[in-house]
């Protein structure tokens, strides 16, 4: 919806309806769900003897835990904040080796 104001330019109104917040809502609880079965997929795979080296595997399942470290509570890549500064402290510069 939009309106003119004081000055003729138009403006426009926000207008948050309470569908638009359920089906919001819907949709972030499908994708948590979407992400909880993707890492169980990850894990039973990794129970069963397959034709793709370990090594391989292995790739796959640190960029997957790599990935979810950085995107879990948010956009950590973009929008890179404290937890994420101390996680990456903690990977280079106070590592345990």
């Not at 403006?11 to 994708?31: A, D, H, Y």
């Amino acid at each position: 919806m939009s309106s003119l104001d004081k000055s003729g330019s138009l403006q426009m109104l926000p207008k948050v309806e309470i569908s638009t917040l359920v089906r919001l809502k819907e949709t972030n609880r499908e994708f948590q769900k979407q992400v909880v079965d993707a890492w169980r997929d990850i894990n039973e795979e990794f129970l069963r003897p397959t034709v793709v080296p370990m090594p391989l595997l292995m790739c796959v399942l640190n960029l997957s835990r790599v990935m979810d470290v950085i995107y879990t509570g948010g956009d950590g890549y973009t929008h890179v904040g404290k937890v994420m500064k101390n996680n990456v402290a903690s990977l280079l510069i106070h590592s345990i080796v």
